[in-house]
């Protein structure tokens, strides 16, 4: 059974290289028009032609009905690359993620404090609550949940909910910079009042598109 990011990372390099391929060939210009025209046509091919294994086949289709609806300001060669750039920061050179660590977490938790963000990992969330931070951007993650979700090595063995208020996009980008990837749940509403949900999976192996980290000036 395939991976989801493996195959998203499949597709996403295969689909800019035909691009540049036919970009190269003359067949297709150099210009953001035409290129999303291309990568449009190309979505709709490769799910005719059922290319890529049925795990990526939403992803897939949201993309085709986004250049539909959008026309060129879908972007999607600008999204692919996006993609592209943040599947590259968390796979090795086999092409597979590596585990994710109790210490990863413990890192995020300081990069945030030292933004000035509140991070409360203390208590149990297992109902509707209410933090209290007084405006301060805040993450929550619940003690009980850690502690079932990391095995006696420190390596995370199953999804872990992580509560987030403020700047989400701030957030997003200091966990990538640890290695761990969140997966939305919600934006606003939640357990945790005013808090969004965002999962980090084991081995960052979530199966759905991860929130993508702002991408480094190159």
Known sequence: MA??????????NEGLAELQSSV??????NNPVSETHFMSAWITKVIKQQRYDHCVAKTLLGWQQMARSMGK?????LKFEHLGWVLSGVLNDEGTTSAVTAEQLEALYSA????DWVVANEYEVNRKVTHHTDGQASLVVCAKQFK?????????????????RGNSQQCIDL????????YKVTDYKSLVKYHGEYLIYPD????????????AVE
């Open 148 to 164: 079932e979700a990391f095995d006696e090595a420190g390596l995370l063995v199953k999804p872990l909910s992580v509560y987030v």
């Open 3 to 12: 991976v989801f990011y493996q195959e998203l990372n499949k597709l996403v």
């Open 204 to 215: 960052n192996a979530g199966d759905y598109l991860p929130e993508l980290p702002t991408r």
């Open 112 to 115: 945030l404090q030292q933004l």
């Open 175 to 182: 966990a990538y910079q640890q290695g761990l990837l969140l």
């Open 73 to 77: 300001q879908a972007q999607l060669k």
């Open 24 to 29: 190269a060939a003359g067949k297709t210009p």
